[in-house]
DNA sequence: TAGGCCATCTGGTCCT
DNA sequence: AGGACCAGATGGCCTA
């Protein structure tokens, strides 16, 4: 992994890039962050594949002359999938937020952002786990049932993963620090 | 220039 | 029927 993630801040998001190409077209129109009324076929991103993109890109994709001549249903759609993506991205914002990692310089990718929180909640299991070390109360009603049971399916599934998941965690952070 | 990461478009499939 | 979800394709941007 290379350290890029400082450097990727300063580059466009493809999401400014329409922004920009949005106010030559229209006014953007900010329902939510990161959200930009791109019915437009793409605007910039795109803009290669309409130009002169098209020869290669239609050898393998089909053409599709309903959205060139404006079907509604397809820009509709395309517009809940570029919502739905930035939900998702929302959503990787706020779980690298929640991993210490997260405030330094780096921008986690979304791979290190799954892998890093993956480790980092079994760490954390593991040691409430070892700080409770199986002194539960004792189960009383139902909700305490689904406690012990909860302790014992995370007890075992610790039990057959390997040792060290803490420093294993420790480690990626650092190396993430380190950009490497 | 290659490789990594990402945003977007798109059609297919599943779900309500 | 229409929206949500998914995966493949494409191309832009950046770093080494």
Known sequence: M??????KRNRKTSVENDQEFQLEMEPASS???GSEKSLNLGGKRRKKSIDNGMASSANRRKQYPG???GN???LESNERERQRMHKLNNAFQALREAIPHVKTEKTLSK?????LA???????TAIIL?????CLPQAEGEESSNTSKLFQHYQQ?????????????????HSFREGS
């Open 2 to 7: 290379k350290s890029k993630r400082k450097a």
């Open 31 to 33: 329902d939510h962050e």
């Open 67 to 69: 959205v060139k001549g």
């Open 72 to 74: 509604v249903r397809r």
């Open 111 to 115: 791979i290190e952002t799954l892998t």
């Open 118 to 124: 993956n480790n980092y909640i079994k760490s954390l």
């Open 130 to 134: 070892g700080m409770s070390s199986g």
């Open 157 to 173: 599934q610790l039990e057959e993963e390997d040792d060290g998941r803490l420093s294993n965690y420790l480690t990626q952070i």
